[in-house]
């Protein structure tokens, strides 16, 4: 089990879960850096990093390595696959536009246009589908989420799109996926003057991420090893009503498969 610090930044957890070191060593220690000449802040790259993560190992023994979604990945550069930094995903204020890429988040840079090309943006999203996911007895309640969901719903489906593309390239022997899910589905219904059991509004997305999950493990065969985590996992004990499962911190959790994993 993989035991989260509380009250941390994701890029520090996520360092250390993929470089089996502590902060002190790694170095990623907070989600921010600063920027040249020290007047401003910058998302944390790999400049701060003090040791390889584990797709640097597999690249360093030439497997064909794809990385998509991880913090501290700036600037992105792997040699043997496609890297994508976290943040490609991001949706600009509006509806229609998407932050534009930075330069440096993509590598090759031949695969650049096709993160464009995949990258999904709300308009791309029908109401329909939108609707399926908030099932509430009180329609104001799914009518205040309908927009922040619907951009929710575009970066994620954005970066699950660039993991299908990345999957299918049957050349990869070693795939790193990263979706910043989760946190930010729980946060969404403690925007508003929630006054229903949230239990409704998250099975819809509980759906989503079992769908997209079962599509990456049908790439795998029996001989792969498939490795699933989470930092946030499931709470030591629950206390009060069900949903409390989705406001008590708990440790992460890790999830293995694979020739003589049992």
């Known amino acids: ?3 989260a610090p509380v009250q941390t930044s994701a890029s520090l957890v996520w360092t250390t879960a993929m470089s089996g070191v502590s902060e002190e060593m790694h170095g990623i220690l907070s989600d921010l850096e600063y920027g040249p000449g020290g007047l ?3 998302a944390v790259s790999q400049l701060s990093l003090r040791v390889p993560r584990v797709w640097e190992y597999a690249d360093a023994q030439g497997l064909v390595s ?10 992105a550069k792997i040699n043997n696959g496609i890297m994508v930094a976290n943040g490609v995903q991001h949706l600009d ?3 229609k536009d998407v932050w534009p890429l930075h330069p440096e988040s993509v590598y090759p840079k ?9 990258r999904i943006i709300a308009d791309d999203i029908s ?11 009180n329609p104001a309640l799914a009518e ?3 927009v922040p969901s619907t951009l929710l719903l575009a970066q994620i489906l954005s970066m699950h799109s660039l993991g299908i593309q990345m999957a299918d390239d049957h050349n990869w022997q070693f795939l790193a996926l990263r979706f910043d899910t989760l946190p930010l589905v729980y946060g969404l219904p403690f925007q508003i003057n929630f006054d229903e059991s949230p239990l409704s509004y998250f099975l819809g997305w509980y759906k989503l991420i079992d769908a997209m999950l079962g599509k990456y493990m049908s ?3 029996d001989s792969d090893y498939l490795m699933l985590l989470s930092e946030r996992g499931v709470p030591q004990v629950l206390t009060g009503k069900p949903e409390s499962i989705f406001t008590q911190q708990g440790p992460g959790a890790l999830f293995t498969k694979g020739p003589d994993i049992h």
């Open 219 to 221: 790439y795998l065969a």
């Open 40 to 42: 401003s802040g910058q």
């Open 93 to 95: 204020a509006g509806v």
């Open 1 to 3: 089990i993989m035991l």
């Open 144 to 146: 205040k989420l309908k």
């Open 66 to 75: 794809h990385v998509l979604g991880w913090p501290a990945a700036l600037p």
């Open 127 to 137: 109401p329909a589908y939108v609707n399926d996911l908030l099932r509430f007895s």
């Open 110 to 118: 031949t695969w650049r246009e096709q993160v464009l090309d995949y």
